[in-house]
């Protein structure tokens, strides 16, 4: 296994992946299947996204296939500038609990260190338990639980806000 930042050449590879995400795990992410079925040039507009001044996403690669991702969002304002929150990570089925998401969230928390961020936010579903474990295990905490945070048909889910001081 091995990580590296993704780039517009793997614009068409993060989206096959992405595709997969939003069916094997829809109560993860707050964008459904069939709304990312529906973008118009979904490839290109992951290519741009790619190579985005504010965010960085990077890759988890088995056997030269993208088997996980994860994308760090830093903002923009300058007064927020010290913060940057974690988002879409996803690895998949068959390369969960081999190490390789602990291998991606510390390489984003290495390039975070290297541009001189100070804080990393992230939320995670209050009832996915080994991805909180794998969180508090490198070192986040967390810090408030937002009731309700998503509505899905019939039911509601609530969240974690962790974060992570880097100094």
Do not use: W
Not at 45 to 68: D, H
Not at 148 to 157: C, D, E, H, S
């Amino acid at each position: 296994m091995q990580v590296r930042e993704l780039n517009q050449s793997d614009a068409e590879e993060y989206y096959r992946l992405r595709l997969e995400a939003l069916l094997t795990n829809p109560d993860a992410f707050i964008t459904t299947y069939e709304q990312e079925k529906q973008r118009p040039n979904p490839i290109m507009t992951i290519a741009q996204r790619l190579e985005s001044e504010t965010s960085r996403t990077f890759g988890l690669f088995v056997k030269e296939t993208l088997a996980g991702v994860v994308t760090l969002v830093k903002e923009t304002h300058p007064k927020f500038s010290h913060k940057a929150s974690i988002l879409a990570m996803y690895i998949t089925k068959d390369h969960r609990r081999k190490g390789g998401a602990e291998l991606l969230i510390n390489e984003l928390i290495q390039f975070a260190r290297a541009i001189e961020l100070e804080v990393l936010h992230l939320s995670v579903v209050t009832d996915n338990h080994p991805a909180k474990e794998l969180y508090k295990k490198l070192g986040f905490q967390t810090y408030g639980t937002e009731v309700k945070a998503i509505k899905l048909p019939g039911r509601y889910l609530d969240e974690d806000h962790m974060v992570l001081f880097l100094k």
